[in-house]
């Protein structure tokens, strides 16, 4: 299959887009809809469903939802659903988004930038517009969005424990300038009124702590299996190995340890986002 910049792979029909539609079409005349009522009803075109169910355009995530809750497939579509947003993320993060939808804990230590998980809609723009080789404007769209569906970890049900300590200087970094940081900012402490997020500062005041390493996250799964993520320019690992897995968690363990306690964390955060 041919590949668009950064990786992304093209539109291009295939069995399983045209099969796909065809059950979307099963299901719509099994529930006495038309195409432009189907549309109508979850916020699409009669002939964009049209060429959905012969297989001519890709079926977006949106689209799949909604159909879900019109036509009651059972689960069929959002499961579909899922996949094709999995799809969005760069190769590389795939294998992370399919165990972050089964997470029930999820912790992340990030040293360079705030995690793509607090992230506003527009420093997300600006993080990904910046990418080398340049993507094209329709890919960034599309990792924006898709990074900002993963945020819906942060409120489903049932509960995610997540944890994020994040370096002083990843916070003062203006990407996308500083009406963007600060905007930002402000959603950070959003965020960290959500009884499930814990959200701390690693200040660059410390002499020394243990996370020079570079970043991490931590996933447990309903399974009560814990993984680790590490990623460098565009390379990333999940581990699985149980002392690998170990090794993080007491590192990631001692970083709580040495970074601020929430209630300073936010201090520090109000007072960077004043300065701007």
């Known amino acids: 299959m041919a590949r668009a910049p950064g990786g992304w792979d ?21 529930a ?20 959905v169910e012969a297989g001519k ?4 995530p949106e689209f799949l939802r909604g159909a879900e809750e019109v036509l009651n497939s059972g689960g069929l579509l959002e499961v579909a659903a899922r996949k094709l947003t999995r799809t969005r993320f760069p190769a590389h993060f795939q ?35 910046s990418y080398r080789p340049a993507l094209d404007d329709e890919t960034i769209e599309q990792r924006v969005t898709a990074r900002l569906e993963r945020q819906s970890l942060l409120t489903r049900k049932p509960t995610v424990e997540t944890s994020f300590i994040i370096t002083e200087p990843a916070l003062l970094w203006p990407l996308g300038g500083r009406s963007v940081l600060r905007t930002q900012l402000h959603h950070l402490l959003d965020c960290s009124q959500l009884r499930n997020v814990a959200l701390q500062v690693m200040p660059h005041s410390r002499s020394s702590h243990c996370g020079f390493g570079g970043p ?26 149980r002392k690998q897995v170990s ?22 955060i109000e007072r960077a986002a004043g300065e701007l």
Not at 57 to 60: D, G, Y
């Open 216 to 241: 991490m996250v931590l996933l447990e799964d309903s399974g009560h299996e814990w993984f680790a993520y590490l990623e460098s320019q565009d390379i990333g690992v999940v581990l699985s190995d």
């Open 95 to 129: 294998d992370v988004a399919r165990l972050e939808e089964d997470a029930i804990r999820r912790y992340d230590y990030e040293c360079r930038l705030i995690p793509g998980l607090l992230q506003t809609k527009a420093y997300a723009h600006a993080l990904i517009s």
């Open 247 to 268: 090794n993080l968690s007491l590192r990631y363990d001692t970083l709580r340890s040495q970074a601020l306690d929430i209630e300073e964390s936010s201090r520090l």
């Open 10 to 30: 093209t539109a291009e029909p295939s069995d399983g887009q045209r099969a796909l539609g065809a059950q979307i079409k099963h299901l719509r005349e099994r």
């Open 32 to 51: 006495g809809l038309t195409q432009f009522q189907l549309g109508e009803r979850i916020g699409y075109g009669e002939d964009q469903v049209r060429k």
């Open 57 to 60: 355009r890709p079926a977006k």
